[in-house]
């Protein structure tokens, strides 16, 4: 039988997978609560909009403790999918 991950399980593990991509990828420490107020700021306008790839990820470029961070956004479940490598420049 499989299971079905919950949204809530989906979303722990969405949190956690984007905070630790965060530190590989641009050297900081970053708390659910980061992860939070990114969301919000995204949701809020304040980030800046780099490209819709699908219905269900954008990609934006949201500042964290002072670091520009590209992110992909999940519109359907408002969250973070995952921190890009600080490269990404509109590549698919």
Avoid: F, W
């Amino acid at each position: 039988m499989v299971r079905k991950i919950r949204r809530r399980d989906k979303r722990k593990s969405q949190y956690m997978h984007t905070i630790q991509r965060v530190g590989e990828r641009y050297g900081i420490r970053i708390t659910n609560m980061d992860v939070d107020r990114m969301v919000h700021d995204i949701q809020s306008g304040k980030s800046t909009p780099i490209e819709k790839q699908t219905n269900a990820k954008t990609i934006h470029m949201i500042e964290c403790q002072g670091v520009n961070i590209y992110v992909a956004y999940d519109p359907g479940r408002k969250s973070i999918r995952t921190a890009l490598p600080r490269e990404y420049i509109g590549g698919g």
